[in-house]
């Protein structure tokens, strides 16, 4: 995404620094603007050169500066995938959501088409003042999205709302703001298992499998960045997706108790978790001593979450499978949709060890018409954009 990040007059304003510097990792342009207040708090040559790119000012009169108002608003407006105001001041939010334009900032603002992304920061009273709230709402009446402020110790030294939000968080809204919506998606509820179970042996040994969640968890944000109500249902230890519904399970038989709860309200089923398909028999309530010689844990299968699902689904529902496979992925993917009665299986060839924790991955779509050409190699969050974009275009060649 091209981004213009907007920095105004607050302390908050050296966390707009950090945050170039996460989008521009991430894969994003970003140009800074500064307005005369936001240059008092940080300088254009931080910006310019966390971002690679010139840095705006409100005024066209200072060295790095490039800012010639006249042209530059409807250049930049042009420019823009999204605009995100970081910090924004109540001054800020009271100009656009009144269409004033005094400066570079307020009168991009105005001629822009693209999205535009508001994190306020300010003290408390003036975040709770009904003016400052009925500009917001204004605001959110054009389409504008706005990360409220948190709550904590301010600059000020009072405590309460109007503390800038989190700068990662700031970043996922921006990736759900800039994206574009899939209308087959945009509103469905979609359901997404990920990670590991965890089968207990005793109260400190547990059977487990090398999934991380990390790929489910990919899913998710790509589906919540098209517009899709995602809730997930999550084992292992990564944190939850910002901005996603998340139901965090330990064992197989708590993931299956999640997923039934709620899969009548669900339109759809992405299947990424990696179900441990055994459990012990007789999990032991004290730890385990060591004997001598050999011991015996007796398993049995734990419930099979996406079968039992997709048995239970309706008409107008849909279900996704994946699969890890180290020989004959395809045959076994399409006997996985058969057996399951899948719409499609996404299958991972995990041929030496690849496929888990690995950056680039690759999964290879069956559907009853067979395998579909391959997506990726891609890190996850490519790869998870890519399979939201395929199985958006099977949905849509699906008969009603
Ligand atoms: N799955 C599930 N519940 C289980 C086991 C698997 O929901 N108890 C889902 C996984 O999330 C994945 C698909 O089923 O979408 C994987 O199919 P499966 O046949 O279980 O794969 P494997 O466990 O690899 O099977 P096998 O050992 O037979 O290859």
Redesign the pocket.
Known sequence: MQIILGITGGVAAYKSAELARLLVNQGHRVRCILTEAGARFITPLTLTSLTGEPCYGANPDQGEWRASPNIEHIELARWADLVAVVPATANILGKAANGLASDLLSTLLLATRAPVLWAPAMNTGMWEHPAVQANLARLRSFGHAVVDPGEGVLACGEEGSGKLAEVASIAEAIQVHGTPKLRILSGRRVLI?SGPTREDLDPVRTLTNRSTGAMGIELARALRDVGAKVQLVLGGDLAAPWGVETVRVRS?QQMLEACEARWADSDGLL?????A?QRPESPSSEKVKKGDGAETVVLVR??????RLSASRRQDQWVV?????SEQHLA?ASA?LAK?GLDAVLVNDVQGGRGFGAQANTLTPVTASGPHPAIGPLSKDQLARAVVQWWAHQLELRPD
């Open positions: 298992t197989a299947a990424a978790a990696a179900v398909d734990t419930p099979d979450i996406l079968a499978g994946f699969a890890a496979e076994h996985k399951k």
